[in-house]
């Protein structure tokens, strides 16, 4: 079983509806929780950290998180082609203690936004 | 304020040769990380300098692989002598504080090519 796992699509959305994309991951002890933007050829970018069960929401952008079912989820609202890129999610083990901050990743899901 | 810069941003090498990576953290970030994403697979974290000291070295493939960070600026990622598994984008990541809270900024990445 993948630490963190995606589904790698293509995952194709209309222009201006949400998309929606999923990411489990399997240390329960997991403590941090963030989706990167990967444009073809450029360095991934974080978009939205996570550290509580619940929503945050930043612009068009919302992260949930259930930690309960190992489970994390972006969506993006009123997508737009310039969204078109690859969402990595990536998943820490430490909050506030120093030290073992490396990151894990899933594959990534590729997303394009149809006009 | 620079982001995070690689050198070389390609390299293309033969098997048994020696190459040198090099990565400028953002000016004043103590926390430095090296990734690799293999063809296909996920981003995988390699180590995490916290100024000079090697912090967490867990993810180095083999003994192949040597990183530097000498003065706790710049670092280095050699690989000697290079395999044809060593192919993939190696990614250098930084980040200013600890407690897996931070954001870690990534760099371009360097492709490198064994044949």
């Known amino acids: 079983q993948k630490e963190v796992e995606q589904n790698s699509g293509p995952l194709s959305v209309p222009e201006g509806a949400i998309a929606s994309l999923n990411c489990t991951y399997s240390d329960r002890v997991s403590q941090s929780f963030f989706w990167y933007r990967q444009y073809s050829g450029k360095s991934p970018e974080l978009i939205m950290s996570?550290?509580?069960?619940g929503d945050k929401e930043d612009g068009r952008f919302t992260a949930q998180l259930n930690k309960a079912s190992q489970y994390v989820s972006l969506l993006i609202r009123d997508s737009q082609p310039s969204d078109s890129a690859t969402y990595l999610c990536?998943?820490?083990?430490?909050?506030?203690?120093?030290?073992?901050?490396?990151?894990?990743f899933g594959t990534g899901t590729r997303l394009t936004i149809i006009p | 304020e620079a982001g995070v810069t690689q050198f070389p941003s390609h390299s293309v090498i033969e098997k048994g040769q020696t190459v040198t990576l090099r990565c400028d953290p953002i000016?004043?970030?103590?926390?430095l990380y090296w990734y690799r994403r293999v063809m296909g697979k996920e981003i995988k974290f390699l180590l995490h300098?916290?100024?000079?000291?090697?912090?967490?070295e867990s993810g180095m493939p083999n003994n192949r692989f040597l990183a530097e960070r000498t003065g706790g600026t710049y670092s280095t990622l050699k690989v000697q002598p290079a395999e044809l598994e060593d192919s993939g984008v190696y990614f250098c990541?930084?980040?200013?504080?600890?407690?897996?809270?931070?954001?870690?900024?990534f760099g371009p990445g360097t492709r490198l090519t064994v044949l």
């Open positions: 996570i550290y509580s069960n």
């Open positions: 300098f916290v100024k000079e000291s090697k912090q967490d």
């Open positions: 990541a930084s980040s200013s504080a600890g407690g897996g809270t931070d954001t870690q900024y």
């Open positions: 990536a998943v820490s083990l430490t909050k506030f203690n120093f030290g073992n901050e490396k990151l894990t």
């Open positions: 000016s004043g970030h103590d926390n």
